[in-house]
Structure formats: C-alpha cells, structure tokens
C-alpha cells in the first residue's frame, strides 16, 4: 500500500489542501517465476492482471506540516491460476514536514496503513498492514531523489500465507520536459518469503518449513508451499509518458534475487498499465 499516499506513486497527489485526489489504474504484470522456485522443472510463469482506485486527501497543519487520510480498493486476477485472485480495501493515515519553504527542500513522510484482503484461496485471505518512512528530496525541475524503509505483515487465514518482513528501497526519477520520466529503483527486503515445489526438495527442506499442499498451479503433481526467512534484493527500470495533464502510461521492468544459503531463486516482472488521476 506504498502508493496510497503518493510514497511511490507515478503521478503525484496535486489537489489543495482539503480536497481528495482520486487515481485509477489498471494493467498487466508478467510473472516470469509466480511459484518462487529455484528448480528449472518448478518455474511457472504467469500473467497478473492489476485494477485498483485510490482517494487520497490532504489538510494543512501549519506551514511546514500536513496530514494525509487515503482510502484504496484493490483487484488482482491471474487468468491461468485463478486461486491466486484477491481484493483488498483498505485505508491510510500519514503526516508530512517540509524542511523550509520551496519545492527543492527535503521532505519527511510518515505512513501507516491497514487492509482487509479476500481471496479466492480462503486460506490467503486475513488483514495486512504497513508503516512507512520516506524521505523526498527534489533535485530541480528535473529530477527527484527517495529513500523510504517500509515495515510489512500480513497475517492469513492459514499460517502458511502469512507475510512479515522490512524493506529499505531507493528511488531516482529523471524528468527533464513535461510529457515523459525515467526512473530507476532499487531495494532490499529481509523477512517471510514463500516458494513452491514439487516434492521432494531436499535442499528446500533443510532451509525451510513445508506448510501446506496447493493445487494452485495445475500442475501434474500437487506442489508443496515452503516457508523461510530468507533477503530479497530488487532493481527496477520504469518509463512513464503522459497522455495528458491527468494520465500517463508507465511502462517497467523489475529483477528480483531472493536467497537464503544454497536456497536461491529468481523473477522477472514486466509490466504496463495506464493512470488517470480525477
């Protein structure tokens, strides 16, 4: 829920203090490992399709501090693995201090967040919840430098869905006309990860705790999910243009390395979706 109060969304919230900002969004993400495996004969890739409408709104509080209340709705459908469907709605509370007056001073940002998530798969679905701190610093008209550390969980039905974790990411945006940016993003995350395989994994099972049978991916022979802590390093390229001064179509590829001793895997996500804020 990082972008339910513009910490890293693509178009900013731009309405005055008081009146809510609505963004929509809709598009596709193709998973090239959605099972998290580190065997060949286990990967599966897959395509994701992502909708989601955000309302998010801003009070002044003095003349270097605001409060930020957002609320968010959320559609992810996978048309080949339809268990892996959820909705989520939930809302957000932040606060934000500019150091000093201008658009090139720094900017601190606070952000706690809750969800309810639905799943199609009843044991994913339970409540998730974050809280983030950002730093944002404007370089020019022409660029714009973040660094954010974001605490996750989710606590699912069925244990085996659960998710805690911390992440510190870094995030530079070049944009040197109107019309179109250029951003490069990288993170860590350290915590709860899940990976599927077709048993026996004996190397799996030595790093990690198998926790329940799925039938998620169609596969031949049912898969086994595994649960362990293990980091995950991530480094991502985007492109955005703009359709106008209320959307843009962003354009990007992401690489993700998770790995905890001899255990290691990799995805690949490309994606592109369409924006319009109203």
């Not at 992810?76 to 339809?82: C, G, H, Q």
């Not at 370089?139 to 039905?157: I, K, N, V």
């Not at 022979?221 to 390093?233: G, L, S």
Request: hydrophobic letters at 40%; proline letters at 4%.
């Amino acid at each position: 829920m990082g972008a339910l109060l513009g910490t890293a969304g693509p178009i900013p919230a731009s309405g005055a203090s008081g009146a809510a900002v609505w963004t929509a969004s809709t598009g596709a993400v193709w998973h090239s490992n959605a099972t998290n495996a580190d065997r060949d004969a286990d990967v599966v890739g897959g395509f994701e399709l992502k909708n989601e409408l955000l309302a998010n709104r801003r009070w002044s509080a003095g003349r270097d501090d605001a409060v930020l209340a957002g609320l968010r709705l959320a559609a992810e459908t996978w048309p080949r693995y339809d268990g892996l469907d959820r909705f989520s709605a939930g809302v957000a509370l932040g606060w934000q201090h500019k150091f000093g007056l201008g658009s090139r001073v720094p900017v601190l940002r606070l952000n706690v967040s809750g969800e309810h998530v639905s799943a199609r798969e009843s044991g994913r679905r339970g409540l998730a919840g974050t809280a983030a701190l950002q730093l944002r610093q404007r370089l020019g008209h022409w660029g714009l430098l973040q660094f954010a550390r974001e605490y996750q969980r989710h606590d699912a039905r069925t244990h085996a869905f659960d998710r805690t974790g911390a992440e510190s990411s870094a995030r530079f945006t070049f944009a040197p006309r109107s019309g179109w940016r250029l951003t490069a993003a990288a993170a860590r995350r350290d915590g709860g990860v899940l990976s599927y395989a077709t048993p026996p994994h004996p190397e799996l099972l030595r790093k990690a705790k198998p926790l329940t049978t799925v039938t998620t991916f169609d596969r031949a022979q049912d898969m086994v999910a595994y649960y362990f802590i293990a980091r995950t390093e991530s480094a991502r390229a985007e492109a955005g243009f703009s359709l106008g001064p209320r959307s843009e179509i962003v354009l990007s590829h992401e690489r993700r390395t998770t790995s905890e001793g001899v255990v290691a895997y990799r995805n690949h996500l490309t994606s592109f979706s369409i924006v319009h804020e109203f």
